[in-house]
């Protein structure tokens, strides 16, 4: 089935004449203006009249379908009059949120989003269905419910839902994945949203399937909100990864879950990083082999440089380094100070050498990496990276293609172990990875 946007209300794009104020209270003394929202662009306000610009201010609008809409994390529009002018007309929000009427308050405790594109990411089962006219077996997924307490008072519930939605010709099976964010305590938007966007790469990770965000609501006591948000990155038609096999499902995680969620909570800041670089190709499938292949090589010696130990510093050496400077005459101290700065920083080739010895020698065998790899590796990096001189080592087109998925396979199979899946159940599924 092709996807297309209007099937999902966050890809909607908007626009409403309303009236703008700071406070709910001042809703008889708005100033009238215009809204656009473009989920891969941005929400613009332009007012008739100017307002006084505060730093991340919020702003409040009445628009002309009864609905009030609150806009977060306002900010001057970049060709708006002159920076130092407080009184500004052109404006740009972060978040909006919808609804019949405005939030009692602008912190909240619970989030809720819809993910597409990881249906299969639960088990299934056979169904047989009376409601076509060909009576035939069709697989729906199993619908767990299962709720996780995170370290920062953070519970996580998910669950995949089945709605039948009637046909002329029968049903058919619309398949949801729903998020729940719950806090013990009140949280600014901001801060829900940003959990939000961390277990949706977590998802991302463990499934190797993009996943975007296609409904998102806030929830103030029983009431909720409608979430709009920019998200340049979205991509509702799926071209990546809908026909690709899931890596980790569902049903391999389900045990480890609690673990996962904790050591997600303690590592996500230190890979964050990592996890960006290595799903940039999610919304770039378009990617030259070469880009890619340095993606992944930036990928993996950031994943070394921010979780091992840098076992080429050494004290004597960093004595020594110091001497060095005192006595390098001035005009050619910049010359040396480059070097001698990185001098006991590890190489890219100590890096793989020592992740690449972490792996069992059955996981080694698996990834069927030839012999001189890592060397072929380092200079291919080099070579793409600075274009110098090319030798028999560089790799090109499918050969550079292959050797990038694989040791992206073994980026992947480090980073789940640090998320604490052994490594017996990543050789069950590695199969399925090395053909992403």
């Not at 519970?155 to 099976?173: L, Q, R």
């Not at 050494?314 to 006595?327: F, H, I, N, P, Q």
């Given at each position: 089935m092709k996807l297309t946007f209007k099937q999902?209300?966050?890809?909607?794009?908007?626009?409403?004449?309303?009236?703008?104020?700071?406070?709910?209270?001042?809703?008889?003394?708005?100033?009238?203006?215009?809204?656009?929202?473009?989920?891969?662009?941005?929400?613009?306000?332009?007012?008739?009249?100017?307002?006084?610009?505060?730093?991340?201010?919020?702003?409040?609008?009445?628009?002309?379908?009864?609905n009030c809409y609150t806009l977060y994390n306002i900010t001057r529009r970049m060709d708006d009059e002159d920076e130092n002018e407080r009184n500004i007309t052109l404006l740009d929000a972060e978040f909006m949120i919808a609804g019949a009427e405005f939030p009692s308050k602008n912190s909240f405790k619970y989030i809720s989003f819809d993910l597409v594109n990881l249906s299969d990411w639960f088990p299934r089962f056979r169904y047989a269905s009376k409601n076509f006219k060909r009576k035939k077996q069709v697989f729906i997924p199993f619908t767990p419910?299962?709720?996780?307490?995170?370290?920062?008072?953070?519970?996580?519930?998910?669950?995949?839902?089945?709605?039948?939605?009637?046909?002329?010709?029968?049903?058919?099976?619309?398949?949801?994945?729903?998020?729940?964010l719950k806090?013990?305590?009140?949280?600014?938007?901001?801060?829900?949203?940003?959990?939000?966007?961390?277990?949706?790469?977590?998802?991302?990770?463990?499934?190797?399937?993009?996943?975007?965000?296609?409904?998102?609501?806030?929830?103030?006591n029983d009431k909720k909100y409608r979430t709009y948000f920019i998200d340049e990155k979205s991509d509702f038609?799926?071209?990546?990864?809908?026909?690709?096999?899931?890596?980790l499902n569902f049903k391999v995680l389900e045990k480890t879950l609690p673990k996962i969620i904790i050591n997600w909570e303690k590592l996500y800041i230190e890979i964050k990083q990592v996890i960006d670089i290595l799903t940039m190709e999610y919304h770039n499938y378009n990617l030259s082999p070469e880009v890619r292949f340095l993606n992944i090589a930036r990928a993996i010696e950031t994943f070394h440089r921010k979780?091992?130990?840098?076992k080429a510093?050494?004290?004597?050496?960093?004595?020594?380094?110091?001497?060095?400077?005192?006595?390098i005459p001035k005009k050619y101290k910049n010359k040396f100070d480059n070097s001698l700065n990185y001098i006991q920083e590890s190489t890219l080739r100590d890096r793989v050498i020592e992740l690449y010895s972490e792996l069992k020698k059955q996981t080694q065998t698996e990834l069927n990496l030839q012999d001189d790899w890592i060397n072929k590796f380092v200079?291919?990096?080099?070579?793409?990276?600075?274009?110098?001189?090319?030798?028999?080592?560089?790799?090109?087109?499918?050969?550079?293609?292959?050797?990038?998925?694989r040791v992206r396979t073994l980026l992947y199979i480090l980073i789940t172990k640090e998320l604490g899946i052994k490594e017996k159940v990543l050789m069950d599924e590695l199969h399925h990875l090395i053909l992403l």
């Open positions: 999902y209300p966050i890809a909607e794009e908007i626009e409403h004449q309303c009236y703008f104020f700071k406070s709910p209270s001042q809703a008889d003394n708005g100033i009238a203006g215009k809204f656009v929202y473009q989920h891969n662009s941005g929400i613009f306000i332009n007012l008739m009249q100017p307002i006084t610009y505060e730093e991340n201010m919020t702003l409040y609008a009445k628009a002309d379908n009864y419910s299962v709720t996780v307490n995170t370290p920062n008072n953070i519970s996580i519930t998910f669950h995949s839902e089945v709605i039948d939605k009637w046909k002329p010709y029968g049903v058919a099976f619309e398949l949801s994945t729903k998020i729940i806090s013990n305590s009140t949280l600014s938007f901001n801060e829900l949203f940003q959990q939000t966007q961390k277990y949706r790469t977590l998802f991302q990770l463990m499934s190797g399937r993009y996943s975007a965000i296609t409904e998102i609501f806030i929830h103030d038609n799926l071209k990546w990864g809908a026909g690709r096999p899931i890596f979780l091992r130990i840098n510093k050494d004290e004597k050496l960093a004595k020594l380094v110091v001497t060095v400077k005192k006595g200079k291919s990096r080099n070579y793409y990276t600075h274009f110098g001189k090319k030798n028999k080592d560089v790799l090109t087109g499918s050969h550079l293609q292959e050797l990038s998925n």
